[in-house]
């Protein structure tokens, strides 16, 4: 009798040992699978949604978010299946970005399982950007070495997290006339950085690339078609293009215009049609930079680096204006962009998180300031309210306030603000 008990007495302890070193395992893959990311992994995978952040709440970049504020953002976005945010500069008076980082970081120590990966833009001017002198597009600002140093120490300091380095933000598309610079500005700098990476001073899995307008890449004008932007495509890891079809309504209005055959359909017919064609431009523009950069390059990929869709606007795209903004667009617009991408294994940085009242601080009800997928009462818009309704923010406040629907989430109300499109103004 006292064997019988010894052998399950032994049994058990195996068992329950075995069980524990498997769950220790299993953990420990997890940890390592997470650490081990790389951009090559995460772009193109639909599992790693991508979204723009800033995490700005006041007219002003002087007042700068705390880290405690970044992070009941991040648990909000992690909620939504955010995995991936792209940040815009690491300017020494806008610790923004930096601040990003530690966020992260401390959320990872809180919680191994939190998961956040970071594409980090570097700003990048030309010589004298927003003075009062006018800028020289030839010669680049001194800043810019200062801005490449600073996100060379945070890729060092959380390789963990960055994954991407940006080189600039609409950099090279000339109606940036405030601060645009050469191709041959750009091409220096991921040239840099790709020489640290071969010298080992950057990890070898960091992607360098730089974010600018579909028209940067060749994907339009063919005055853009220049050597130096040739050498740069073979010299970054991989593309990353901006579309906005939002804009192009009032810009280059021709596919928003309601076609004579539809001139018979009800108004919201009309409307989902239009986004139908809104989309349909953004994979030409697409279509057509990938064309251009793969007759340069057949190995890069090309991912989007932006593309949304404002629910206010007081100017070019409002009453009297193309009628493109109202949140049921920018709802059908999200969708038809995020399941376009995730089929076409595109990355699509969203833009954006929240809306941000600095971007036109003079201006409460400029398009600039209303990008946002959730405004500044902490309210969801449109695009997200299955999310609400999912109950994806249970327990997840902003500026104290609990995440819940605009317009009370009452439809009804919310299409009384839905116009047809128009093209048909003066401009």
């Not at 001073?201 to 130096?228: A, C, H, N, Q």
Request: net charge positive; hydrophobic share 35%; proline share 4%.
């Amino acid at each position: 009798m006292k064997s019988i008990l010894k052998i399950t007495t032994a049994i058990l302890i195996f068992v329950i040992g075995f069980g524990c070193s498997s769950k220790k395992e299993e953990t420990k893959n997890t940890k390592e699978k997470k650490t081990t990311m790389t951009a090559k992994q995460i772009l193109g995978n639909p599992a790693y949604l991508a979204i723009s952040y800033g995490g700005y709440r006041e007219n002003s970049r002087e007042i700068q978010p705390t880290v405690n504020e970044l992070k009941e953002d991040l648990k909000i976005l992690s909620a939504m299946g955010i995995k991936i945010l792209r940040t815009y500069n690491v300017q020494p008076k806008l610790p923004h970005a930096a601040n990003v980082l530690k966020a992260i970081n401390e959320l990872k120590k809180e919680d191994p399982n939190f998961e956040m990966y970071v594409m980090l833009g570097a700003w990048i001017d030309c010589l004298n950007a927003w003075t009062d002198i006018a800028p020289d597009h030839h010669i680049e600002s001194p800043q810019n070495e200062g801005e490449i140093a600073r996100a060379v120490a945070l890729a060092k300091q959380y390789p963990d997290i960055v994954k991407i380095i940006a080189v600039g933000n609409e950099a090279m598309v000339k109606w940036a006339t405030s601060y645009y610079v050469q191709p041959s500005v750009i091409l220096k700098w991921v040239n840099h950085l790709q020489e640290l990476k071969k010298k080992g001073e950057l990890s070898k899995d960091l992607w360098i690339t730089s974010s600018d307008d579909f028209s940067s890449w060749g994907g339009g004008d063919e005055s853009y078609r220049v050597k130096d932007l040739e050498d740069l495509i073979k010299a970054v890891d991989y593309v990353s293009m901006h579309t906005y079809p939002y804009h192009y309504s009032h810009y280059d209005p021709g596919f928003w215009k309601i076609p004579e055959d539809e001139q018979k359909l009800s108004d919201i017919e009309k409307i989902d049609n239009a986004m139908l064609r809104a989309l349909e431009k953004s994979k030409q523009l697409y279509k057509n930079v990938s064309n251009y950069v793969k007759s340069i390059d057949a190995t890069k990929t090309i991912h989007i680096g932006e593309t949304g869709w404002a629910s206010i606007s007081s100017g070019h795209y409002g009453k009297n204006g193309s009628r493109a903004t109202d949140q049921y667009k920018q709802g059908l617009y999200y969708k038809h962009i995020r399941d376009w991408t995730h089929k076409a294994g595109i990355s699509c940085f969203y833009f954006e998180a929240f809306d941000e009242q600095w971007k036109d601080a003079n201006n409460p009800l400029g398009s600039e300031n209303h990008f946002g997928l959730i405004n500044l009462k902490g309210e969801a818009k449109y695009p997200i309210w299955h999310l609400v309704d999912k109950g994806v923010f249970k327990g997840l406040t902003r500026n104290g306030k609990p995440i819940t629907k605009t317009f009370k989430g009452n439809k009804e109300e919310m299409m009384k603000t839905v116009l047809v499109p128009n093209t048909d103004y003066p401009r």
